[in-house]
Nanobody, 125 residues
Framework: QVQLVESGGGFVQPGGSLRLSCAAS????????IGWFRQAPGKEREGVSC????????YYADSVKGRFSVSRDNTKNTVYLQMNSLKPEDTAVYYC??????????????????WGQGTQVTVAS
């Protein structure tokens, strides 16, 4: 069965860095794009970044451009989200999801069919 497992979350001070991982199994990984979303308490889930199946196209929310970087290793069935210069407003549960990127936009929730369980990122002093 399809599984996505996030890891790498934690507590970090403002200005710090974290690298999240999304390990996939149960499907042909190289055929799918993977997106990162986050959800803060009381807020809707929002798109953070997405990477195409080959890694040739990447997308970012304006709020994280220049600070976050998404990459993937198709030999390890894993997508990474490098997060630098973290801010308190980045605090959220981060989820990875699977999409074929055939929809209208990479950040449309309804275009994702499987999700991981999430990993908590807390940025505070």
């Amino acid at each position: 069965q399809v599984q996505l497992v996030e890891s790498g979350g934690g507590f970090v001070q403002p200005g710090g860095s974290l690298r999240l991982s999304c390990a996939a199994s149960g499907f042909t990984f190289k055929n799918y794009a993977i997106g990162w979303f986050r959800q803060a308490p009381g807020k809707e889930r929002e798109g953070v970044s997405c990477i195409s199946n080959s890694g040739g196209r990447t997308y970012y929310a304006d709020s994280v451009k220049g600070r976050f970087s998404v990459s993937r290793d198709n030999t390890k069935n894993t997508v990474y989200l490098q997060m630098n210069s973290l801010k308190p407003e980045d605090t959220a549960v981060y989820y990875c999801g699977r999409t074929d990127l055939q929809g209208t936009s990479w950040y449309a929730l309804y275009d994702y069919d499987y999700w991981g369980q999430g990993t908590q990122v807390t940025v505070a002093s």
